[in-house]
């Protein structure tokens, strides 16, 4: 029972546009939402996250959507940059922050093309 | 600041034996977890430590794997016997605080044959 989806597996993107990537969940406890990104060989990094009080949150070119009624998240990359080639996990979690149990969707994997 | 530090990189055993991975979290972070990321899947949690104490080992399949955290400090998972869908990569990850997201290492890749 996969409560954090991923349906991409993969995105290519033309450098100098938007790449949106879609992240569902199942579970309505979740209230913490994360955005990981991870290089081959490298661990998860973590990009940026929202509240479920919120509805978007935004640093730099990176910004995350919450739509709650669809239990649907998306993180939006503008401009998209080769550098940002890499795979992105989203993550849910419950109890109000990023402490304990996060449950990982599958992943996409993000090619900027130059 | 330093980060997450573990070793080894790769290993690769044959089933039925036993490995051990070791873990060392960014100095002053009092949680520490380990994930087990299997080819093509997100991570999952195995454990989470607070200071040396275990807050949540729930998914931790206690009749091979172990996990201990010395003094709140390092920690090591161990898997014994190790089995062929024990193939993955172990991350440890730490974390400063509830609104934090998590520092991950850069994981050891067990490979079982």
């Known amino acids: 029972d996969q409560q954090v989806k991923q349906n991409s597996p993969s995105l290519s993107v033309q450098e100098g546009r938007i790449s949106i990537l879609n992240c569902d969940y199942t579970n309505s406890m979740f209230d913490y939402f994360l955005w990981y990104k991870k290089y081959p060989a490298e661990g998860p990094t973590f990009l940026i996250s929202?509240?479920?009080?919120?509805d978007k949150n935004e640093d730099g070119r990176f910004t995350v959507f919450l739509n709650k009624s669809a239990k649907h998240l998306s993180l939006h990359i503008v401009p998209s940059q080769p550098g940002d080639s890499a795979v992105y996990f989203c993550a849910a979690s419950k109890g109000g922050g990023s402490q304990g149990n996060l449950i990982f969707g599958k992943g996409t994997k993000l090619s900027v093309k130059p | 600041e330093a980060g997450v530090a573990q070793s080894p990189r790769y290993k690769i055993i044959e089933k039925r034996q036993s490995v051990a991975f070791w873990c060392n979290p960014i100095?002053?972070?009092?949680?520490l977890y380990w994930y087990q990321q299997i080819l093509g899947q997100g991570p999952k949690l195995l454990i989470q430590f607070q200071n040396n104490g275990v807050v949540d080992d729930s998914q931790l399949p206690k009749d091979r794997f172990s996990a201990e955290r010395l003094k709140g400090v390092d920690s090591t998972l161990k898997i014994q016997p190790a089995k062929l869908e024990d193939s993955a990569v172990y991350l440890c990850?730490?974390?400063?605080?509830?609104?934090?997201?998590?520092?991950f290492g850069s994981g050891t890749r067990l490979t079982v044959v």
């Open positions: 990850a730490s974390s400063a605080g509830q609104f934090y997201g998590y520092t």
């Open positions: 100095s002053g972070h009092a949680t």
């Open positions: 929202i509240s479920s009080i919120k």
